[in-house]
């Protein structure tokens, strides 16, 4: 799996109004790949685990940095999608997820340059179920997976990566070979957008 070149002077946003979806590790693990500044409206342990982090109760646009909008209904959170490079909204395979997610993309993705999906926390037939109600609703946004894993909670319990923690041992790489698979090539798209 090739790893491309850290983007600089970019900004990423994560938003969703459904609370559980994964929001924060991905946001995390990509602002420790990225070497960019992890930046949240939601206080959590993410602000703990991690040096270049930072709760701001009224977003402003920081350049390389990944925001976390927990309940992402404050002040500055716009502002910061309009100046965004990339609007990454995560969806898992629930009814009040699928309403949630559509909720979300109507209200920022008319402010985002670009916006994405991520079917977390997928098992067997998720992503097909996933793909089929996003794809009624919003069809014009690409879907990508990351797989159902405990690398989650280690993400935001050790402030470490999906990349440093598969790669920490080879029984680590065998282990969460799918997951590592998936978030490479969702690491290796951000990087490029």
């Not at 559509?102 to 916006?115: G, V």
């Not at 997976?145 to 319990?157: C, D, G, H, N, P």
């Amino acid at each position: 799996m090739k790893i491309i070149k850290i983007p600089k002077d970019k900004i990423f946003a994560l938003a969703s109004r459904k609370g559980g979806v994964g929001k924060t590790p991905i946001a995390l693990s990509l602002a420790i790949d990225l070497e960019y500044f992890f930046l949240t409206n939601d206080r959590g342990i993410a602000t703990e685990v991690y040096n270049n982090s930072k709760y701001m109760e009224k977003p402003i646009p920081v350049q390389n940095a990944i925001y976390d909008f927990g309940g992402y209904a404050s002040a500055g959170v716009i502002e910061v999608v309009k100046q965004s490079d990339l609007l990454i909204i995560p969806v898992i395979n629930e009814s009040d997820a699928f309403v949630k997610t559509i909720l979300t993309a109507h209200e920022l993705k008319p402010h985002a340059k670009e916006t994405i999906l991520i079917a977390t926390r997928t098992e067997k037939k998720d992503m097909d179920e996933i793909k089929k109600e996003m794809r009624e609703r919003l069809p014009d946004i690409k879907i990508f997976e990351l797989s159902k894993s405990k690398i989650f909670k280690r993400v935001t319990k050790d402030g470490m990566s999906i990349l440093q923690i598969a790669n920490e041992t080879p029984l680590n790489r065998y282990v969460y070979r799918k997951i590592l698979a998936e978030y490479t090539e969702l690491l290796n798209y951000i990087k490029g957008a």
